[in-house]
């Protein structure tokens, strides 16, 4: 599948023209409309994504949510690292923003995306069909946003990131009043949660183990990688499932498997860190020191006793 980095390449990967701003790109539909991809295979890319259809009839798929369009307005949104795909008539009315991480660090680094915008942490992320009443201030934030954003002013982004975080309000406004509303939404919420940090410590696990593992079991960020989820997605979902960090779920990873090591094989001491993928043996000899208070040999001697 392909996997887009770009907001240039995102664009070229739909066949339109290139964005004027490597980290922030708005569109209406309409504009895209001559040249866009009707039919796009599934693809991913890395950015975070609201949209507001007002006219325009086919279908979309996120995550694993697919939505027909239909007469109704429909507020939808991309997560980082999401399938997304699409076949539609090429009739649609309404905008569109596209956001890299970069862009929310240098503007709104005051936000928390994934805690602020629930919206954005949902697996299956969930198309809205809003009223005429809850579309209006979207639509005029999305309308203040384009032209500040095509009037090639010095300053237009002191006024588009404002008016980029007033849209997110009101789509969290709408979401919050849809959730409520429906159903089980929280709860497949937590189930996907505890889905993902299950197929995480199984990761773990495993790559600890292997021998040759299929990426460096330190790096938490090749975690993302191999799960298919932004980092700080899964950073996270790890924080407000489990109370820890990322980083604390390998260091536990590597003292299941250090203990398992020191009692049922004749490894010594320091064949045991190069097994488990440590460059140097007094980095693992800290760790395991300061996740216990015993060095390997006083575990292994503690072993005897009992």
């Known amino acids: 599948m392909k996997h887009i980095t770009t907001l240039e390449a995102y664009c070229r990967n739909i066949q339109i023209p290139d964005p004027k701003h490597a980290n922030y790109d708005i569109r209406s539909f309409e504009e895209n409309m001559k040249t866009v991809k009707a039919s796009v ?15 325009g009839e086919g279908f979309t798929k996120t995550g694993q949510f697919a939505k027909e369009h239909d007469s109704a307005y429909t507020v939808f949104f991309n997560s980082p690292y999401q399938e997304i795909s699409w076949d539609i008539v090429p009739n649609w009315k309404g ?42 201030p979207m639509l ?15 300053d237009s982004f002191r006024l588009i990131a404002p008016h980029t975080r007033l849209l997110l309000e009101y789509t969290r406004r709408c979401f919050e009043k849809y959730a409520a509303g429906a159903e089980g939404i929280t709860e497949k919420n937590r189930h996907a949660d505890v889905l993902l940090i299950s197929r995480l410590k199984v990761l773990i696990e495993s790559s600890f183990a292997d021998s040759e593992p299929s990426f460096h079991p330190h790096a938490a960020n090749l975690y993302a990688d191999y799960l ?28 299941f498997q250090a203990k398992s090591l020191l009692s049922s094989t004749t490894l010594s001491n320091k064949e045991i860190p190069y097994r488990l993928h440590f460059e140097e043996p007094t980095h693992f000899n800290a760790l395991f020191k300061k996740m216990t208070q015993l060095t390997p040999g006083q575990y292994r001697e503690s072993l005897k006793e009992n």
């Open 41 to 55: 295979e599934p693809f991913r890319h890395e950015f975070y994504a609201v949209a507001l259809r007002m006219e």
């Open 95 to 136: 905008f569109y923003i596209l956001i890299t991480y970069e862009f929310m660090e240098q503007y709104l680094p005051q936000l928390s995306i994934l805690n602020d915008y629930p919206f954005f942490r949902i697996d299956q992320t969930i198309p809205m069909q809003v009223t005429h009443e809850e579309a209006t």
């Open 140 to 154: 005029t934030s999305f309308e203040v946003i384009h032209d500040e954003y095509y009037s090639n002013r010095k």
């Open 228 to 255: 298919h989820v932004h980092p700080n997605y899964l950073n996270a979902v790890v924080k407000r499932t489990t109370g820890k960090t990322l980083k604390a779920l390998i260091q536990e990873g590597v003292l």
